[in-house]
Structure formats: C-alpha cells, structure tokens
C-alpha cells in the first residue's frame, strides 16, 4: 500500500506542477490578446457548464471508488445510465441556451453553448474509465493523459489567438482538452478490455445513485457557494469588470488547484481502504491536513505579499486594479484549501449524507454574503466572502470533522495551522 501510495503522489506531483504551469501559461499568453470582457464571458460559460458537470457524474464516481468490489454488470449499467444522463443534460442545456442569453444580454452565447456543452458529452463517455484507473491507482496513466491533453490545448489556444481568433481561441482549446483526455482514456479501457457490455440494469445501479446523489447534493450547495458571485458579477456588472474579477479569482485558485491534487487524487482511495480502521483514518486525515495545511499557508502568505509583482509577470499591463482582489481573496483560499481534505474523509467513509447537509446549510449563508458585498462591488464580494469563510471554520469541524473521526478541535487547529515541512506517509 505505502509503495503504491508514494508512486500515486509521485506522479500526480508531476502532473499538477506540469498542469499547473500550463494553464499558468495559457492564461498569461491570451491575456496579451485578449480583452478581458472575452475572459468575463468565458467565466459565463464555464459556470454554466461546470454547474451541468455535477448532475452529469451524479456521485457514481465517488460511489465507485468507495466500494471495493464491483463486478462487470455494474460497471456496464452504470456507464450507460451516465451516457443517457449526459445526452440528456446537453440537450436541456440547447433547450435553455436562449433563456441564458436573455439572461445576460448576450447574444454571442447563442453561438458558444452548444460548442462548449459538447464537453458535457465527451465526459460521458470517458468519466468512468478514468475513475476506474484512479480506484486502481494508476496515477501514472491518468497524469499522462491529463498533460498530453493540455498540452494539446495551449498549443490550439495560441494559434487560434495569434491568429485573431478572438473568444474562439478559449472556447475550442478547451473542448479540444476534454476531447482528447476522454478518447484516450476510452482507448486506455479497450486495450485492457475494460470496455463496457450492452447490459443495463437500472436496479443495481440504485445502490450506487443513493450514495452518488447525496454527494451531487452536496457538491451542488457547494458550487453555489463557491461560484455564486460569478452568476451575480456576470448579471449586475459588466463582463469586462466580470472578466478582471475571474482573472483573479483564477491567479488565487491556481495554486489550490495545484497543490491539493497532488495529495487529494490518492487520498481518497486510500483513505477509504482504511475506512474500518477509525484510528488509522484518524491519524493519517490529520497527517493529510497538516501536510495541505502547511504549504497552502506558505504559498497564499506568498502571494499577498507580492501580489502586485505576480499580477503583473502573469497578465501584463493593465491589470493593476485586481491587485487588492488578488490578496483579499488569497486569505480566502488559505480557509477554503484548510476545509478541502473533508472531501476525501466524506469518500472514504461514504457519509455524503452529511457533507450534503452542511453544503445545504452554508447555501444559505454564502450567497447572502455575496449579495451584501455587492453593494461594495467586487472588493466587497472578495471581503465579505473571506469573512465568511472564516467564520465557517469552527462550525465545519463540529459539524464534519468530529462526527466522521474522533478528532478534537485543538487537533484539528493545530493540523491546520502548525507550519511542518516534515512530510512523512
């Protein structure tokens, strides 16, 4: 287990830091190409689209990594149901493209929606081939597959933007992504005979659907949560305030997305082989937390410091006026990426149950402080948001942490907030 644990992190290190370098790139070279209004409407789009991706999952990959054995009728019936599902969700998305337009007064979304929804489909078939190497922990597999994908992205997304391109450069690079990662994932599952039957049987697949839709309710609360202000920004300001806003939202989020996957892509079928072992759990969820904790800390603590050198490195002139959004929302990210291994303990102990509730609980609060801060504009959306999220730390444990392992919350602090550089499996 520890070998396989330790090659797991080797490559999704690998594989985060070449992504994360990558979509650093991507994003820096554009924003000398395009206007920032084309990256205000791509947020558009890419809330929408990311909002569908939680039904179109509908939990089954988190319910097939948390059970153990699974025979090929399951996995068949399964995969069907999620193509089915996908198919449906791209066509209400083309059925509801001219109410979305009228939404948000933009006519040029007629034209990018059933572009960018075809990313709904390419998931639908892939997803699960993929889930299936991670439950096995073929991290290798995976982060060769997601950097190949990439790379084919950025190299599409300049030429395209070179050449005058416009918004299409974002739009079709991005589809490109989604397509090639799920081809190769579907040609990793024919060459090892992992293809799916032509059976389909809707009553083994309600085992998996009851534990997969507790986590699609919770991960929906909790998408509002966290994107919520993209919706109101989008409808009450303008897209090129919009795209600023989104641009630093993703300069703060690059390293969240960079460091917790290195660790939580294996943390969660790890920690749901130890799922009946609670002191284990217990002992190794901390070491998780400590381990995330203590780097996050370092590198937001980084950022707000030289928040306006990195601004201008990573998009150029111009940009200046996102500078104090950046540092606002990086104290933001250091107690969202402080909460992000729950995710993992939830998987591992299939209590989705409760991870939906509380992501049930903070929808009421987190778009009410969106809404407030408003008011302030986007740096009152970033302030009110960062309070908030502070607010929550306490609450979180109480209401998660405690009831899914024995931890106290002077455990629980000193996880969170102890700098240990010693990283040990």
């Known amino acids: 287990m520890k070998k396989q644990v330790m090659k797991g992190l080797k490559w999704t290190t690998i594989s985060s ?35 569908l991706e939680l039904f179109n999952d509908m939990g089954i990959s988190t319910a097939i990594l948390h059970k153990q054995e699974m025979n090929k009728k399951e996995y068949s019936s399964l995969y069907w149901l999620n193509l089915i599902f996908s198919s449906a969700l791209y066509a209400l998305l083309l059925l509801l493209s001219p109410l979305i337009v009228k939404f948000y007064n933009l006519e040029i979304l007629k034209e990018l929606i059933p572009i960018t929804g075809l990313i709904i489909l390419f998931n639908g078939l892939g997803r699960q081939f993929k889930v299936v190497e991670q439950k096995n922990l073929n991290f290798k597999i995976v982060s060769f597959t997601e950097i190949f994908s990439a790379i084919c992205s950025i190299t599409l997304a300049i030429v395209l933007a070179y050449f005058n391109f416009g918004i299409y450069a974002l739009v079709l690079s991005t589809v490109l992504q989604y397509f090639v990662s799920n081809f190769i994932y579907i040609f990793i599952g024919f060459a090892k005979k992992r293809l799916p039957t032509f059976y389909f049987n809707y009553t083994i697949t309600k085992p998996f659907i009851n534990v997969g839709m507790y986590q699609v309710g919770g991960q929906i609360a909790n998408y509002f949560n966290r994107d919520l202000d993209i919706l109101i920004i989008g409808k009450l300001f303008s897209t090129d305030i919009l795209g600023g806003y989104s641009l630093a939202k993703q300069l703060v989020f690059r390293p969240f997305q960079f460091i917790n996957p290195i660790v939580m892509k294996v943390a969660g079928p790890v920690l749901a082989k130890m799922q009946d072992n609670k002191d284990l759990l217990k002992h190794n ?26 601004v201008g490195i990573l998009y150029g002139n111009g940009y200046d006026n996102i500078t104090i959004l950046v540092r606002v929302l990086s104290v933001y990210m250091i107690f969202r990426a402080i909460g992000n291994p729950v995710g993992s303990l939830v998987v591992a102990t299939g209590r989705t149950d409760l ?39 306490v609450p979180s444990w109480w209401f998660l942490i405690k009831r899914l392992t024995t931890i106290t919350l002077t455990e629980y602090i000193k996880a969170s907030f102890r700098i240990n550089f010693n990283f040990k499996i």
């Open 17 to 51: 830091i070449i992504l994360a370098v990558v979509a650093i790139l991507r994003v820096s070279i554009l924003t000398r190409f395009l206007s920032k209004d084309m990256f205000g409407i791509i947020a558009i789009l890419t809330f929408i689209i990311n909002f």
């Open 285 to 310: 969820y901390l070491k998780l937390l400590n381990s995330i904790s203590t780097v996050n800390v370092t590198v937001y603590v980084g950022i707000i410091v030289f928040a306006h050198f990195v």
């Open 355 to 393: 991870e939906f509730k509380w992501n049930l609980f903070t929808l009421f609060i987190t778009p009410l402080s969106v809404y407030i801060g408003s008011f302030w504009g986007t740096i009152g959306i970033c302030t009110s948001l960062t309070i908030t999220q502070i607010l929550l730390y």
